[in-house]
């Protein structure tokens, strides 16, 4: 009798798990219904991809594809007019000869008009020769300013003194002779070190180099208008461009 009344709760158990595992719904793991899908997508795809066909279009002209002329401006202020005119023959050789690009000067709107013809082969020829250009009108000499046209990792970057510190008056006057020096001493060190050329134009400093050059004569320049002591900012210059040396 004893052995009846323990094998009870034990059947019943089993039937209480059975109950529970009806009750629970099965369901379906995502890798199938993923197959499943990707299955129906491909019968799809293979339906469809034989009523469709690649278009046919006949290749385009090259007067087409190349577009309209392009052509840029750049202002001559008063003061680079006697300049532009004695240096126009050196201006106007690269530009034709070389780029392939057509200029001239227009008299009535003060401006070196350049434009593309149907010699131009290199895009970039445009950028160039108005970069050139440009260089000369804010007072570079030709022979420099010919560098950008030859060289395509030099740049051109202009800034105020007022930029970096407002100074007004006798201030200002001093900024600008602690940036030349006597005789124009420190402007030449800085771009003999640096490997970059200068022009003081009243408040406008314009520096003429490769990028990393720039920075070292940019920074230069504004230790001075800051105050520093030109020797100070020597000695600053040569650790810096020894160090750039080193890594090249």
Same mark, same amino acid.
């Given at each position: 009798?004893?052995?009846?009344?323990?094998?009870n709760?034990?059947?019943?158990?089993v039937?209480?798990?059975?109950?529970?595992?009806?009750? /629970?719904?099965?369901?379906k @793991?995502?890798?199938t219904q993923k197959?499943?899908?990707?299955?129906? =997508?491909?019968?799809?795809?293979?339906?469809? @991809?034989?009523a469709?066909?690649r *278009?046919?279009?006949?290749?385009? @002209? =090259?007067?087409?594809?190349?577009?309209?002329?392009?052509?840029?401006?750049?202002?001559v *202020?008063? #003061?680079?007019?006697?300049?532009?005119?004695?240096?126009?023959?050196?201006?106007?050789?690269?530009?034709?000869?070389?780029?392939?690009?057509?200029v001239?000067?227009?008299?009535?709107?003060?401006?070196v008009?350049?434009?593309?013809?149907?010699?131009t082969?290199?895009?970039?020829?445009?950028?160039?020769?108005t970069?050139?250009?440009?260089? /000369?009108v804010? =007072?570079?000499?030709?022979?420099?300013?010919?560098?950008?046209?030859?060289?395509?990792?030099? /740049?051109?970057?202009?800034?105020?003194?007022?930029?970096?510190?407002p100074?007004?008056?006798? #201030?200002?006057?001093?900024?600008?002779?602690?940036?030349?020096?006597?005789?124009?001493?420190?402007?030449f060190?800085?771009?003999?070190?640096?490997?970059?050329?200068?022009?003081?134009?009243?408040?406008k400093? #314009?520096?003429?180099? @490769? /990028?990393? !050059?720039?920075?070292m004569?940019r920074?230069?320049?504004?230790n001075?208008?800051?105050?520093?002591p030109?020797?100070k900012?020597?000695? !600053?210059?040569?650790?810096v461009?020894?160090?750039?040396?080193?890594?090249f």
């Amino acid at each position: 009798m004893d052995a009846d009344k323990n094998s009870n709760p034990d059947a019943g158990a089993v039937s209480e798990s059975k109950d529970d595992t009806e009750s /629970f719904t099965k369901v379906k @793991s995502k890798k199938t219904q993923k197959r499943k899908r990707e299955q129906d =997508g491909a019968d799809m795809d293979t339906e469809g @991809s034989v009523a469709h066909k690649r *278009p046919q279009f006949p290749p385009i @002209s =090259g007067d087409k594809l190349r577009g309209p002329d392009e052509m840029r401006k750049i202002p001559v *202020p008063a #003061h680079r007019y006697t300049p532009l005119k004695e240096n126009w023959l050196k201006i106007f050789t690269p530009i034709v000869e070389n780029l392939q690009l057509q200029v001239r000067f227009n008299l009535k709107t003060r401006n070196v008009e350049i434009k593309t013809c149907k010699e131009t082969q290199d895009i970039s020829s445009l950028t160039k020769a108005t970069d050139f250009v440009r260089a /000369f009108v804010l =007072g570079f000499q030709v022979e420099d300013a010919l560098a950008l046209i030859r060289l395509d990792e030099l /740049f051109l970057e202009s800034f105020d003194i007022t930029d970096v510190k407002p100074l007004k008056g006798d #201030h200002l006057s001093r900024a600008i002779g602690r940036i030349a020096g006597k005789g124009g001493k420190t402007k030449f060190t800085i771009e003999n070190v640096t490997k970059t050329r200068i022009v003081l134009a009243e408040t406008k400093v #314009h520096i003429l180099g @490769s /990028f990393q !050059n720039i920075k070292m004569a940019r920074t230069a320049i504004c230790n001075l208008i800051l105050g520093s002591p030109p020797s100070k900012v020597y000695g !600053n210059i040569r650790v810096v461009a020894s160090r750039s040396a080193e890594r090249f």
